[in-house]
């Protein structure tokens, strides 16, 4: 008999047998195999849209935040079947998943603090963006002068 303390504890898997579990990992494989291949094809798009002449800024964000969401739902299913935390109670999940949610605020953070620094280096020392921004295609710093005339006189 089982104590009423420990009923939260208890592990209740859905599949019942071996069969139910290999054709749910053969349906996930499956799908990360089509989600991959999607991923690739929208790589490749970005990488021949980058290669144009005038690329377009937005269609490369969306197809970017298409790759983002395709990766979080492959991340999602692979912990879910594979590492078998779907099966596991809420609160082990949570012990899981919210210290994961902070470490990717903190990252966030990280990554919007050295923008801010770089922005502020950029605005406010004039010899730092001289010597690490490339010059713009077409243009020189100095043009070359032609040679002043030959005077007789000397």
Not at 20 to 44: C, P, Q
Not at 61 to 88: N, P, Q, R, W
Request: net charge neutral; charged share 20%.
């Amino acid at each position: 008999m089982q104590h009423p303390a420990f009923e939260e504890v208890t592990i209740h898997h859905e599949h019942a047998d071996d069969g139910t579990f290999y054709k749910k990992v053969k349906k996930t494989t499956l799908l990360l195999s089509v989600i991959t291949v999607i991923e690739l094809v929208i790589g490749l798009a970005i990488y021949n849209i980058h290669k144009g002449e005038n690329p377009n800024e937005f269609l490369i964000l969306a197809f970017k935040g298409m790759v983002c969401i395709l990766t979080l739902a492959k991340a999602y299913y692979i912990v879910s079947v594979f590492m078998h935390l779907g099966d596991e109670i809420r609160n082990m999940i949570m012990t899981i998943v919210v210290p994961l949610l902070l470490f990717i605020w903190f990252i966030a953070a990280f990554i919007w603090d050295g923008n801010s620094y770089k922005n502020l280096r950029n605005t406010y020392d004039k010899h730092f963006q001289e010597s690490t921004m490339p010059a713009k295609h077409g243009t020189h710093k100095e043009e070359a002068k032609p040679a002043a005339p030959a005077s007789g006189k000397e």
